[in-house]
């Protein structure tokens, strides 16, 4: 069942990014072509302020899931109550927080944003956004539920429909009145309904969290606030590493490199939320995997989620370096273009930021949060400080360079100390030689692809994006075998592979 739930999970999960995907460059190209540039810096800018504020959550979402585990592994429908009851009442306290703190920004709205021309009241569009996040929090609580029984695929279901309707609406709003504030207005009211839907879905399945429930004993409280507040640094790094480029970007360059910052970094972040998503979804798998307290069989099934991880990880740089730019010319034009040094820096953002999802996974699922709390600070002062130093120099590419050297901080310092040793009882020196060797096999894939690539003359730009990325997968896919055809773990997945194509064969027989 384990395995079997992990599939849907990731199969719903690349769908449903997949769609995203498709929906997010179409409607950003339109936008781009009705609207004009500054109003997607404004877009961005306001989108990663937002994020920032979601600092108010302070992890207690994932808190919550871990805390899930047991109770519904045992049946243990008073426990689920009770922790669902908690869980309600402090996504309320958030939203409440997260609104305060949101209008206290408003008086500064002016000099963050810098001297614009757009028609629009910045207030108004901020408060719209403002609201949009505030309701998702007060209304999204019940999906813990799901994500802690390894049902999360329900939930990507639901939010492809989400994407595609809202998507549709919001490029006809585009074409027929270029109204900003409809726009926005069209992603609140669509918010609202995905998240009425899955709180039905959800009763519908747990009708038992509607009784009256047990408040927490006070031993569970007090571990609790101690996770909380170990988390709030981790997540506070995090959203202060993706949010605050565009805020640096924008105070010291201006808001109009902010939008051609936006076009890289929307395809970056969504390879890379793709990625999280895929590996995330086997959380709940891993975290009843970790209940049998068996080291030898958990590092085991690391390796292979490592594996699993570095492959996907691999091809996505590959493929971005190698495509990145004839998209971006047919996709919104060659005007939009940025430096080579910004697409090295991106690429190796890219690999901060994902190659780490298969040891963070166990991180989550494990319940580790305190033990490395501090770390995450230093994160972040390395992170704010080199961001400005080195936007001042490198431009574009000092920013996002910044973003990735912090992650190198917790990959090569926190992770294997932390997470490694005391999950898996191994030594950091095999951490090391693991991660080392699916570092170099990425790294030589993409420049020898990148190579290849860039001296294929083409003349259109849609041919070149097929046929580029024909050769670069294919010559990232064989050098992949050939480096780890002898390994357990790309013996696993051959297998598994085969099975399952057996199996179909002789269903369709």
């Not at 495509?323 to 940025?338: A, M, N, Q, S, V």
Request: charge should be positive; include cysteine.
């Amino acid at each position: 069942m384990r395995t079997k739930n992990s599939t849907y999970n990731m199969i719903a999960t690349m769908a449903s990014y997949l769609v995203a995907l498709l929906f997010n460059f179409i409607t950003q190209a339109i936008f781009i072509k009705t609207l004009g540039i500054e109003y997607l810096g404004v877009n961005g800018l306001f989108t990663n302020i937002l994020t920032m504020l979601a600092v108010a959550e302070l992890g207690i979402g994932s808190t919550i899931v871990y805390k899930l585990y047991k109770p519904l592994a045992e049946k243990d429908y008073e426990k689920i109550k009770s922790w669902m009851n908690f869980y309600k009442k402090c996504y309320n306290w958030i939203t409440i927080i997260i609104l305060l703190i949101g209008l206290t920004l408003i008086p500064f709205l002016e000099k963050i944003v810098g001297t614009i021309t757009m028609k629009e009241n910045i207030t108004i569009l901020y408060v719209i956004q403002l609201i949009d996040i505030a309701l998702s929090y007060c209304m999204s609580y019940k999906r813990s539920l799901l994500y802690a029984n390894e049902k999360n695929f329900i939930i990507n279901m639901v939010h492809i429909a989400y994407i595609i309707f809202m998507n549709i609406t919001q490029i006809f709003i585009l074409f027929f009145t270029k109204n900003y504030i409809l726009y926005l207005i069209s992603k609140l009211i669509y918010r609202m309904l995905e998240n009425i839907l899955i709180n039905k879905i959800v009763d519908k399945f747990y009708p038992f969290i509607k009784e009256k429930a047990k408040p927490i004993d006070e031993k569970e409280r007090k571990d609790i606030i101690n996770r909380v507040k170990a988390i709030f640094l981790q997540k506070i790094s995090f959203v202060i590493n993706k949010g605050i480029d565009n805020i640096i970007i924008s105070s010291i360059l201006g808001v109009v490199v902010v939008g051609y910052y936006t076009n890289y970094y929307t395809i970056v972040s969504t390879v890379s939320t793709i990625i999280y998503q895929i590996i995330s979804s086997l959380t709940a798998s891993v975290g009843n995997l970790l209940t049998e307290n068996n080291k030898e069989k958990n590092y085991q099934i690391y390796k292979k989620i490592n594996m699993l991880n570095s492959f996907i990880t691999g091809i996505c740089i590959v493929l971005f370096m190698c495509l990145i730019t004839p998209f971006i010319k047919l996709w919104i034009g060659e005007k939009y273009l940025l430096s080579l040094g910004v697409l090295i820096s991106f690429a190796i953002y890219l690999y901060t930021d994902s190659i780490r999802r298969a040891i963070t996974l166990f991180k989550d699922a494990a319940g580790i949060c305190t033990e490395d709390k501090y770390m995450y600070l230093i994160m972040i002062i390395i992170n704010l400080s080199l961001s400005i130093l080195l936007c001042k120099e490198l431009k574009i590419t000092g920013v996002i360079l910044a973003t990735a050297i912090s992650y190198m901080f917790l990959i090569l310092i926190s992770y294997p100390k932390y997470i490694y040793e005391p999950v898996f009882n191994k030594k950091k020196k095999e951490y090391y030689k693991e991660n080392i060797k699916y570092l170099v096999f990425i790294l030589f894939s993409a420049v020898f692809s990148f190579i290849i690539c860039i001296n294929i003359e083409i003349n259109s730009n849609l041919l070149s994006c097929i046929i580029n990325s024909i050769i670069s997968s294919s010559i990232y896919l064989l050098l992949f075998i050939l480096m780890f055809k002898n390994t357990k773990e790309y013996k696993y997945y051959v297998e598994n592979i085969s099975k399952i194509i057996k199996k179909e064969s002789i269903k369709k027989l």
